[in-house]
């Protein structure tokens, strides 16, 4: 069946604009993160959500970094006033269910790179 | 909270030489430990997990090893390939917790 998608696959935006990046887990999948990486670096954890819980924002680097996940299933994460520091992919993964219960898939990622 | 500490960054074996990839965790409630590869461009697959009921799985040239006590987990890849050649995370999540934390990568080359 089809796997995680990511939208855009790339963005350049400009130093201090908002960006939106949208994620399509794989249906049925309950569980959905957000991480970051840059050049590089590893995954840095970015929010979770589970089912109809509420998410855990705890990896989110600062206010300007928010998500939703409409329905259970699409995600969207917004950053506000984009800095050069943003600059890295944007990785999305669902999983059955979550914790530790379940193999991750991972989307192709966005790749943001803030001018 | 969760730490997850991976050596070495960088890896760069013979074709047909083993490699090894270790990694430690601080907390000892977690109990699933997965590894990713993830190649250039693209995106972390899962390669081998192991539960923390078991202390060895194998999966043809892929081999992972659980320490509980010492709390760590080594990757063992057997007759390396040139196509082995990628970035390998591992990680460590709870059963009730929400996160997989995830090491800093290694990077491993395989030269032919």
């Known amino acids: 069946g089809a796997g995680v998608s990511q939208s855009p696959s790339n963005k350049v935006t400009e130093k201090g604009k908002d960006v939106e990046l949208r994620c399509d887990p794989i249906?049925?999948?309950?569980?959905l993160y957000w991480y970051r990486q840059s050049l590089g670096q590893g995954l840095e954890f970015l929010i979770y959500?589970?089912?109809?819980?509420?998410?855990?924002k705890s990896g989110l680097p600062s206010d300007r970094f928010s998500a939703e996940r409409t329905g259970g299933s699409v995600s969207t994460l917004t950053i506000q006033r984009t800095q050069q520091e943003d600059s890295a992919v944007y990785l999305c993964?669902?999983?059955?269910?979550?914790?530790?219960?379940?193999?991750?898939?991972f989307g192709p990622g966005t790749r943001l790179t803030v001018l | 909270g969760e730490n997850v500490e991976q050596h070495p960054s960088t890896l760069s074996v013979q074709e047909g030489d083993s490699a090894v990839i270790k990694c430690t965790y601080s907390?000892?409630?977690?109990?699933?430990f997965p590894w990713y590869k993830q190649e250039l461009g693209k995106r972390p697959q899962l390669i081998i997990d192991?539960?923390?009921?078991?202390g060895e799985k194998k999966d043809q040239r892929i081999a992972v090893t659980l320490n509980k006590t010492a709390k760590h987990f080594s990757l063992h890849i057997t007759e390396t390939q040139p196509e082995d050649s990628a970035v390998y995370f591992c990680?460590?999540?709870?059963?009730?917790?929400?996160?997989?934390?995830f090491g800093t990568g290694t990077s491993l080359t395989v030269i032919p």
């Open positions: 993964a669902s999983s059955f269910s979550g914790g530790g219960l379940g193999e991750q898939f």
């Open positions: 249906s049925g999948h309950t569980a």
């Open positions: 990680a460590a999540s709870r059963p009730t917790g929400n996160q997989f934390y």
């Open positions: 959500f589970q089912g109809n819980s509420a998410p855990d």
């Open positions: 192991i539960r923390s009921n078991v």
């Open positions: 907390d000892s409630a977690s109990n699933y």
